[in-house]
């Protein structure tokens, strides 16, 4: 099995490792946390590698410009029932 590469996007609290059993996807994915949110360059470089990323809030805008920089990214997923910063029509 291929381990796919994820990122968790806003977790500003810094409680999504201690608030859940990680060792499934700890298991199958290489998976990165970032606490504070990112924009423009920072973002891209830190998704430019991903295939998956989650975001916690709808802090951290991804709008058509940043998600074409972004070929290898294959799933995106966001808490809540909306999320008003991803352009999703874009994706």
Do not use: Y
């Not at 990122?7 to 700890?26: A, F, K, M, S, T």
């Not at 290489?30 to 891209?44: I, K, M, N, R």
């Not at 989650?54 to 294959?74: E, F, I, N, W, Y």
């Amino acid at each position: 099995m291929t381990r796919t590469n994820t990122l968790i996007l806003g977790d500003l609290e810094q409680g999504l490792r201690r608030l859940g059993n990680w060792q499934v996807i700890d298991a199958q994915a290489d998976l990165t946390v970032h606490h504070l949110p990112l924009q423009g360059a920072a973002l891209v470089t830190a998704l430019k590698d991903a295939d998956a990323a989650v975001m916690v809030r709808d802090c951290t805008p991804l709008d058509g410009a940043v998600l074409a920089q972004l070929p290898k990214l294959r799933c995106l997923v966001f808490t809540g029932s909306r999320n008003s910063t991803i352009d999703l029509a874009a994706f």
